[in-house]
């Protein structure tokens, strides 16, 4: 018989703390690895968001927001995480908590104490952090460095005497500088220098080598004194390498590079010239079952059902749906919320008798012809006489109701009487325009949205076509 897998004499790479640690801790694996913390009662250490692989059950974790002075307005613009998780034993016994590389990557114990305190690092190199150990944001001031990307312009600072751990990627080498000893390293190679390095950015070679594909031309120059630890495969380099690989960008292997270029500049002009904020606004209605969205639309269902069923709202709810259906931020158009209850239209006959043939006897299960939008509509206007219905659109719904907002219109102010777009609504025409299916709610339900002859039924209206087709008309004299 077999003997089983995990019988087998396989033993991982185990980094153990010294035997003095006043935390113990391990650091397991070959180049994934994980650091298991061991935590006394009370005791917590302060981790990335999405590090934690493992946890004892007495251990409590928390997501917290760094305090504004530690959170830099680069980290945020560059995608940088600008939160951390603090993992701390509530129990009475000794607790443990993994912590896991976010890639294959390996993990580095730093002893600030040792190195003075303070230590510099690339950005999102820490991994988690035990006792007294301030991570912070430093930013180069000079305007080159931002070329380079986060790698070079942004870096994190870590300053205090507990233990630090941050991940490198490949192999780890570990070079002592003296004093005025210079060392060229490519920018994403450097895992962590001591704060009394000197980097600077030196660029090799023009850069028209960055159009055709050219390596190394960002380097940095880092003068000594101080401690520097070199990664031999970062992650940066590791990504290019695999998306290089996928896509096969080399012209000769890939005729259709010219392609893919021409797209991607198409696409920048699209992102960048032509769609706008509101864009990004329409995205996130576009998704309405993301956790996001639904949050937000429980609270906000949570405060419609505490007002009138006709409410005036300040602006739009969804400021992109109001502008492309006519609204104007200006005087003379206003916005109200309209809740109308969900279900069907129960026939409004005293004591549920009809009166008429037996095939006509039904009371329930009826389903009104207009939509609730159009119902939305006409409650809007009736409420408010003076003013015109433009148009409407959804917003919310819950078990019993929907919530609509409808754009009105006061054609009584000067600003709409002299605005040539919107002048067409004051004609009187267009008194309750939301009554006779002039809207555009009201047109999707009269069938006026399609054309051709498969809707040649549905005009002028479909009574007056059956009107048409259903009358004898003679000749007087024939």
Known sequence: ????????????????????????????????????????????????????CFMSGSTEMENVYLPENEVGMWQWIFGKNVTSIVLRNTGTAVGFVGIAAPSLARIL?????????????????????????????????????????????????LSGQGLAFIVAGGSVVQKNLEVGEVLAVDVTCIAAVTATVNVQIKYNGPIRRAVFGGENLVTATLTGPGIVFIQTLPFHRLSQRVARAVTSPNMRENPKFFVQIAIFFFLAYVVYHIAGAYKYVQELWRKKQSDVMRFLQRVRCWEYRQHPSIVRVTRPTRPDKARRLGYKAKQGYVVYRVRVRRGGRKRPVPKGIVYGKPTNQGVTQLKFQRSKRSVAEERAGRKLGGLRVLNSYWINEDSTYKYFEVILVDVAHNAIRNDKRIQWICNPVHKHRELRGLTSAGKKYRGLRGKGHLHHKARPSRRATWKRNNTLSLRRYR
Do not use: H, W
């Open 109 to 157: 114990p730093i002893d600030l104490a040792i190195f003075g305190g303070e230590i510099l690092c690339p950005p999102d190199a820490f991994l988690c952090s035990i006792n007294d150990v301030k991570v912070s944001n430093t930013v180069d001031q000079r305007a080159r460095q931002m070329v380079t990307g986060a790698e070079g312009f942004l870096r994190q600072k």
């Open 1 to 52: 018989m077999a003997a089983p897998f995990f019988s087998t004499p396989f033993q991982p790479y185990v980094y153990q703390s010294p035997q003095d640690a006043v935390t113990p801790f391990q650091i397991l694996g070959g180049e994934a690895q994980v650091v298991q913390i061991m935590l006394n009662p009370q005791e917590s250490i302060i981790a990335r968001p999405g590090s934690m």
